[in-house]
Nanobody, 125 residues
Framework: QVQLVESGGGLVQAGGSLRLSCAASGRIFSTYFMGWFRQAPGKEREFVAA????????YYAESVKGRFTISRDNAKNTVSLQMNSLKPEDTAGYYCAADPPDGRRYFSFTDYNYRGQGTQVTVSS
C-alpha cells in the first residue's frame, strides 16, 4: 500500500507563488508515474501536471503551462509542484496521485492506483 500526503497549500494573492509537495511512503517511489490534479467547487477534477518515473518527461495542462513546474526527488520520495503567477482561477483542492498502470493515461485521475487527500490552494484577486 502507498500513502500520499500533500502539503504546501494556502492563501496567496494573484501573481504570487506556492510550492506543493507530495510525500509518498510504501513501495518503491521511483517506479511510479506521478501526477497532480485539482478540483474547484462545482467543477470536475482536472489534470494539472504529470512526471515520468525518472523525471525525464513532464506533461502539463494548457492552462498551467509556463506557470507551473512539476519535479520529483526519488531519493526523498517526493514530488513537487511549483506554481508561479497564480490566478484566482487556480483556486482549487490539489491532489497528488501515483502509479497509473498505463503511463500514457497520465491525464486520467481515476487511472491512478493511489491518490492523496488533497491540499487547498486559494488565490485572491
Amino acid at each position: 500500500q502507498v500513502q500520499l500526503v500533500e502539503s504546501g497549500g494556502g492563501l496567496v494573492q494573484a501573481g504570487g507563488s506556492l510550492r506543493l509537495s507530495c510525500a509518498a511512503s510504501g513501495r518503491i517511489f521511483s517506479t511510479y508515474f506521478m501526477g497532480w490534479f485539482r478540483q474547484a467547487p462545482g467543477k470536475e477534477r482536472e489534470f494539472v501536471a504529470a512526471i515520468s518515473r525518472s523525471g525525464g518527461s513532464t506533461y502539463y495542462a494548457e492552462s498551467v503551462k509556463g506557470r507551473f513546474t512539476i519535479s520529483r526527488d526519488n531519493a526523498k520520495n517526493t514530488v513537487s509542484l511549483q506554481m508561479n503567477s497564480l490566478k484566482p482561477e487556480d483556486t482549487a483542492g490539489y491532489y497528488c496521485a501515483a502509479d497509473p498502470p498505463d503511463g500514457r493515461r497520465y491525464f486520467s485521475f481515476t487511472d491512478y492506483n493511489y491518490r492523496g487527500q488533497g491540499t487547498q490552494v486559494t488565490v485572491s484577486s
